[in-house]
């Protein structure tokens, strides 16, 4: 009886897990973001609007799984990089694998509000949009891309001052070093944790800045 119950406690805590980090379908922000997108000219499409969903239902299901069996992490991080259509999952020739993945047609970055990093990720604030690389998927990091702190700091309110940064990032995207006319990006806006967290799609030739937000929004 003892051992039954030590079993049930554990399939109850997963069970936890992944209920937690299962998306709602789509926030009610998706229309007022896409709104506020069209009002500066970039737009979003059905195709990479449908991969946005699916790298966004992928992300938090590997997470979740993480989460319930910490010692699967290194197959779940293999599942994720099977998603070859993203950056992240190819390797990044960076200085201990940082960077952005070498391939893939599309980047993938997640909203922030510009809070501020942990001292021990080097403090400042992070971008705005920030682009999800190989290093955040990796066995080691996948369970933090989307752990439940991160992602309540970086709610999507889909507030006034939010929509404006937003704006801010995509309509000064650059390709080539040029500024990209008629961008065209996907998105995806679902609740995780009860938190509105919005992902972005966008063509990997396609550079976002990746400078730190000067002031965090709310």
């Not at 694998?97 to 403090?123: C, E, F, P, S």
């Not at 070093?177 to 972005?200: A, F, H, M, P, R």
Request: with cysteine.
């Amino acid at each position: 009886m003892k051992l039954f119950k030590k079993v049930l406690a554990v399939a109850l805590v997963g069970a936890m897990a992944v209920s937690m980090l299962t998306a709602c379908g789509d926030s009610s922000k998706t229309a007022d973001v896409k709104k506020a997108l069209k009002d500066v000219g970039v737009t979003t499409t059905k195709t990479m609007n449908k991969e946005t969903n699916r790298a966004a239902d992928k992300l938090q299901s590997a997470a979740a799984a993480v989460t319930a069996d910490p010692t699967k992490a290194e197959s779940i991080s293999n599942e994720v990089k099977q998603m070859t259509e993203y950056s992240f999952a190819h390797p990044a020739t960076g200085v201990g694998g940082a960077g952005k993945g070498n391939g893939g047609a599309y980047d993938l970055y997640i909203w922030t509000n510009g809070v501020k990093k942990a001292d021990a990720l080097g403090g400042g604030n992070y971008p705005y949009l920030y682009r999800v690389d190989p290093i955040h998927v990796s066995a080691t990091n996948l369970s933090r891309l989307l752990a439940k702190d991160f992602v309540k700091q970086g709610v999507f309110s889909g507030s006034d001052e939010s929509m404006k940064a937003l704006q801010s990032v995509l309509k000064t995207a650059k390709k080539d070093s040029q500024t990209v006319e008629n961008l065209k990006v996907g998105i995806s806006c679902q609740k995780v944790y009860g938190y509105d967290v919005l992902l972005v799609t966008v063509p990997s030739d396609i550079e976002l800045a990746q400078t730190p937000a000067t002031t965090p929004v709310k």
